[in-house]
């Protein structure tokens, strides 16, 4: 598999939903990436390592950014943390983060700002500006918001093995279908496995 590690200031920045979901599509509110997928994580550590290598800024909708900044920012100094969850807490806290809200009146975590107007104005400025990809990564209903005004081109999705019977779809509904192609597939020693898939080319 190839990794884009450099970015090329020319092409167009991309909007990856990155995401957990169960296999019946729900997604977790204040999803927290599988930093930690039973006791021998190292291939999945190394696969989110090579998905965020492509991503300089991370989307969240209110609830998601509000539990984020609770739990990851204290895990970097924390002795009981695992040295990937360090890494992690240090990666959060540096990457630009956007969190679209109409309750928040302002936000204080390192490197993040607030969005209360038009997410389709937000996103087509962004992609106007130069750097990596962003990310959805928190919650499903941020996420539906992405999907249903047709924002997303790539679909990166974290798969638990597990039906949750009910939930916050992920995906919402878009009232049209979308054909994707996939683009690699991954299992892990632990349980689960990623999807990365993208729009097929018209």
Avoid: C
């Avoid at 984020?68 to 890494?87: G, L, N, Q, T, Y």
């Avoid at 956007?98 to 490197?111: A, D, G, I, P, Q």
């Avoid at 999705?157 to 992920?170: D, E, V, Y």
């Amino acid at each position: 598999m190839s990794t884009e590690t450099t970015h090329d200031a020319h092409r167009t920045r991309k909007v990856v939903l990155l995401m957990g979901m169960t296999l019946d599509g729900y997604g977790a509110e204040g999803w927290i990436p599988p930093v930690t997928w039973g006791k021998n994580s190292d291939d999945v550590h190394d696969e989110l390592r090579r998905q965020l290598a492509s991503i300089d800024t991370f989307l969240f909708g209110r609830e998601s950014f509000e539990l984020w900044e609770k739990v990851w920012p204290a895990m970097a100094d924390d002795p009981r943390s695992a040295a990937f969850e360090k890494e992690f807490s240090q990666k959060t806290d540096a990457i630009q983060k956007v969190v679209y809200s109409k309750t928040l009146k302002s936000v204080r975590w390192h490197n993040s700002r607030l969005v209360a107007g038009s997410i389709a104005d937000d996103v087509a400025q962004m992609k106007r500006t130069n750097g990596r990809d962003v990310a959805i990564v928190g919650g499903p209903r941020i996420a539906q918001a992405f999907g249903e005004l047709g924002l997303i081109d790539e679909y990166r999705l974290w798969i638990h093995p597990r039906i949750a019977g009910s939930g916050t779809p992920l995906l919402g509904t878009t009232g049209t279908p979308r054909e994707l192609e996939i683009v690699d597939v991954n299992t892990f020693g632990s349980g689960g496995f990623s999807l990365h898939l993208r729009p097929k080319e018209a």
